[in-house]
């Protein structure tokens, strides 16, 4: 691609060669079926951080349906994110954290103290961490 100045000339060198590269690889008739190439620009860290805040909230709001308020100290997203950048899945990872990690531990939580309303989660020691008000916070 080497020193070309505008992005829109870098996405057209690199659409070409992905071209080049599916003809080699690909026959014919399986080329003739593609209509259009769509390239993605890997995520960085700050999208990630976006995409973990999303998810976050929207378990918040489920929760809340079952009247349960659920804080999300800011640790929580910036810890999945850089996960989810060192993970083959990526974004993936964030739903896999979520659904693996974070809400088991709220079920425990809700589980075992029937009445409580109130529910913060945060990182520690590189993992979710669910506390309730009446918990003393080290």
Do not use: Y
Request: proline share 6%; with cysteine.
């Amino acid at each position: 691609i080497g020193f070309m100045g505008a992005e829109s000339d870098r996405h057209q060198a690199l659409e070409a060669d992905i071209r080049k590269e599916l003809e080699e690889r690909l026959r014919p008739e399986l080329i003739n079926r593609l209509d259009h190439l769509c390239l993605f620009n890997p995520l960085d860290e700050h999208a990630m951080l976006q995409i973990a805040k999303n998810h976050l909230a929207e378990l918040a709001t489920r929760l809340l349906e079952k009247n349960v308020t659920l804080s999300i100290d800011p640790s929580l997203p910036v810890w999945m994110a850089r996960r989810a950048l060192e993970s083959k899945l990526r974004a993936r990872e964030i739903r896999r954290l979520i659904q693996n990690e974070v809400e088991p531990n709220i079920a425990e939580h809700l589980l075992s103290q029937k009445h409580l309303k109130n529910l913060r989660v945060r990182e520690k020691d590189g993992r979710p961490h669910v506390t309730s008000p009446r918990e003393v916070k080290p």
